[in-house]
């Protein structure tokens, strides 16, 4: 499967705070929650994101609370993956559970600025700068997420299990 | 191997486990709040199962914008009584309710050994019971309610060892910023964090429940304490439940292992906007303050309350500042209340609030205007955490947050006692 949108570029932890204000946890659908992503750190986000758009960012992405919130509002945006140098777990678990790629590649976070266009693709881990022409490869995911992300999400996955089982 | 390995090995049948293996655990409680089991529940139905897979297992708390702060968070709330209600599981509704990290421990529904997840962050808090316990999101939650069972890396270990006795004004928040300002906030990213040493075992177990209920904010995966007379004596009376006591074996590999005198740590104050951002309170200067809030699952427990009174008593919050104070729980609101210590509060000028997580997330009960600057014993100082984008939190123990109220600026004990 292949990605491609233009970049929005961050620095190094960025909470789920920032991702989705906890004000706004009082809603729980991803379009109500998208009106409001990154709006304490980055006011133009919501008017500048469009569908396919990639967010690439330093270390420790999306640490602090474990409100899967942040995901949801990140997919509600049209954000179709994050390229960071790290990953907090929680927010980790809950993209691959919710279904919104990441990559941890640092030399592609290195090599890419706001405003590049990027080209991913989530089978072989393939970053391409369009913008620069440069090629990166990320982390490959352990066989065992691989089966999560392949399902749709541990609620398939889960699904698919327990129909296996009986 | 060490206590949290062997604890995540009797959970999967297996003998040993080692960092970075894959391993399905059965989980001894699963616990969501009201912002986060609304979206745990909607996954929980998409899967179909039906019921839940021990009702005795599963924990709600309406916590977070509870007593309900508006019409939405109303909703939520009712989404998440009326599932607790039809699955029968077990709910503590406002009156009974406290903050959840407070409460469960409060309860006796951890004890040592036990397998805890929650969606919630600070769900890491019950280390400081010899449990394995560790925040999650809310599909991980729905799967954990369904199945009782949930899918774990197993983590490495990093030790920390705290030798020689804590100065006076220095307790377990002040161990954990330190640390945090030490390794920074992803200095124990994916990792366990097993406190120890001399200084450790001085610390009461409402000073330990803070030090693991901040492990996060290292990344880590969880803070965990061995089990000692402490323990056992906060147990007892609790719980009837019997417990297996891990402790780590004197040849367990560690990650890394990390050495600090204790008695070489001021109390600590974290500096906008990350909990990393440590001065110790004699470098702070002079910052005036528009707010201080005591409470949270951070330090909201009977031995804070009793601290941040033991500096208010007598005196007055300065009228240039709101104090709020929040116990963690109705029980530790009614030790307070029974020892005078409410009355302490009141008289000085603070205001007490029932148990909730309100201003602490930026709910309610003590948001921030531009420019503002808090003094609180919570456990985030992020960009707009507690209100404006443009106000400041500075993160510190209850003696420095009560001193500050005091004097209007963030401030020493040592000044006042």
Partial sequence: MSLKGKVHKYGANID????????????????????????????????????GDIIVAETNFGCG????????????????????????????????????????????????????????????????????????????????????IAAGGLVEHTKKKSSGAR | MTLAEKILAAHCGKNKVNPGEFINVKTDLVLSNDITAPIAIKEFNRLGVGKVFDPQKIVMV?????????????????????????????????????????????????????????????????????????????????????????????????????????????????????????????????????????????LSMDNRFTMSNMAIEAGGKAGIFAVDDKTRAYLKGRTSRKYTEYSSDPDAEYARIIEYDASGIEPQVAFPHLPSNTKPISQVGNIAIDQVVIGSCTNGRLDDIRLAARILKGRKVDPNLRCIIIPGSQKVYMDALKEGLIEIFIKAGAAVSTPTCGPCLGGYMGILAAGEKCVSTTNRNFVGRMGHTKSEIYLANPAIAAASAVLGRIASPEELV
């Fill in chain 2, 62 to 202: 309406p916590d977070h914008f509870c007593p309900n702060k508006d019409i939405q968070s109303a909703e939520q709330a009712k989404l998440m009584r009326e599932f607790a209600r039809q699955h029968n599981i077990i709910y503590f509704e406002v009156g009974q309710m406290g903050i959840e990290h407070v409460i469960l421990p409060e309860k006796g529904l951890v004890v040592p050994g036990d397998i805890v997840v929650g969606a919630d962050s600070h769900t890491d808090t019950y280390g400081a019971l010899a449990a394995f316990a560790t925040g999650m999101g809310s599909t991980d939650i729905a799967i954990a309610m369904a199945t009782g069972e949930i899918w774990m890396k197993v983590p490495p270990t990093i030790k920390f060892i705290f030798h020689g006795k804590p100065r006076k004004w220095v307790g377990g928040k002040d161990f954990i910023l330190y640390t945090i300002g030490n390794i920074s906030v992803d200095g124990a990213l994916y990792s366990v964090m097993e406190f120890t040493g001399e200084a450790i075992d001085a």
């Fill in chain 1, 65 to 148: 609370s474990s409100r899967e919130h942040a995901p949801l509002a990140l997919k509600g945006s049209g954000i179709s993956c994050v390229i960071a140098k790290s990953f907090a777990r929680i927010f980790f678990r809950n993209a691959i559970n919710t279904g919104l790629p990441l990559l941890e590649c640092e030399e592609a976070v290195d090599n890419i600025k706001a405003e590049d266009t990027v080209e991913v693709d989530l089978s072989s881990g393939k970053i391409t700068n369009l913008s620069s022409g440069k090629t990166f490869t990320s982390k490959p995911y352990p066989e065992f997420m691989m089966q999560i």
């Fill in chain 1, 16 to 51: 789920t705070d920032a991702i989705i204000p906890a004000r706004y946890l009082n809603l729980d659908e991803a379009a109500q929650l998208a009106e409001h992503c990154m709006e304490d750190i980055d006011i133009d986000f919501v008017k500048r994101v469009k569908a």
